[in-house]
């Protein structure tokens, strides 16, 4: 079971609804880029059956039509979770996800890449409920031996709860790059030129879950889980893997996947319309110094 190594960061809230207020202004370009996007990852599709283990919820983790969809359930008495059966060291993870519709707030479906023990490496994807009416908040995080707190947060430019939508990781040995519906939203760069550990030799796991921590997620854990709306639901489709397995390497088309001229500027654009939160500009919590892959 995955759980939250920090607190929600805080962000102000002014800034929060200025970035509301354009969400609206993208859909129509957002809903022709998710009907290409399941298009083209639909042609690629493995099996849950034969890709993922379901590791715990007992029966609220459900594969169904034929290997093809699985679910997550959440209630009050458990989550529900899974893993992949093979580690990956490099590539690109696509998986479609519908997330957990109408009031989800105090639920949290995460959707990660994560090592074992003590000094693991972890890439997260969050995905923070809430109210109904008000927007999902997109956690990310990466951990390198062991330490996270280098988290951003984003608004989406669509409702996640209406269809399915990518959330992809391009993982190499020079960057992290989180994409929505093919999207970059974040890159993590090598910085161990400046004494920064970079997850590069710890083969990753790819796991998600659906669980509860209404203790911080909506609001810092003012808004707490209605649980007269239980089971709440998420669900998957299209997982797609290029990397490698171990030492064995699969297709290696994603290694041309950087970013182009077009991707750094939607790149741009997301962060400057939907990002809420960057650790690399909260002076408050690190009043000794921004952390070193924060510094030009």
């Not at 993870?93 to 989800?104: E, P, T, Y």
């Not at 093919?182 to 890159?187: C, E, G, L, S």
């Not at 030799?201 to 209605?226: C, E, F, H």
Request: charged share 20%; glycine share 8%.
């Amino acid at each position: 079971m995955h759980a939250s190594k920090t607190q929600n960061p805080q962000f102000k809230s002014s800034s929060s609804s200025q970035k509301l207020s354009k969400m609206k202004s993208s859909l129509f370009f957002t809903s022709l880029m998710a009907v290409l996007t399941s298009s083209l990852m639909a042609a690629s599709a493995g099996s849950f059956y034969q890709d993922f283990d379901l590791t715990w919820g007992d029966k609220r983790a459900k594969i169904f039509n034929g290997g093809q969809l699985l679910s997550l359930s959440l209630d009050k008495v458990s989550g529900s979770g899974f893993k992949s059966k093979k580690e990956y060291l490099f590539g690109r993870i696509d998986m479609q996800l519908k997330l957990v519709a109408g009031n989800s707030a105090g639920t949290v479906t995460a959707y990660y890449l994560s090592s074992e023990g003590p000094t693991h490496d972890e890439i997260d994807f969050e995905f923070l409920g809430n109210t109904t009416g008000d927007p999902y908040i997109v956690h990310t995080n990466v951990f390198t031996q062991g330490k996270g707190n280098r988290e951003q947060q984003f608004y989406l430019w669509f409702d996640p709860t209406k269809n399915f939508h990518t959330y992809s990781i391009i993982w190499d040995s020079l960057q992290i790059v989180f994409l929505v519906d093919n999207t970059p939203i974040r890159v993590f760069a090598n910085a161990e030129r400046k004494g920064v550990p970079f997850p590069k030799n710890q083969p990753m796991r790819i796991y998600s879950s659906l669980w509860n921590a209404d203790d911080w997620a909506t609001r810092g854990g003012l808004v707490k889980t209605d649980w007269s709306k239980a089971p709440f639901t998420a669900y998957y489709r299209n997982f797609n893997v290029q990397g490698s397995t171990g030492s064995r390497f699969m297709n290696g088309a994603w290694k041309s996947q950087q970013l182009d001229a077009y991707s750094r500027r939607r790149l741009r654009w997301v962060q400057k319309n939907f990002m809420i939160y960057n650790y690399c500009t909260d002076f408050k919590r690190f009043p000794q110094g921004l952390p070193a892959e924060c510094r030009k």
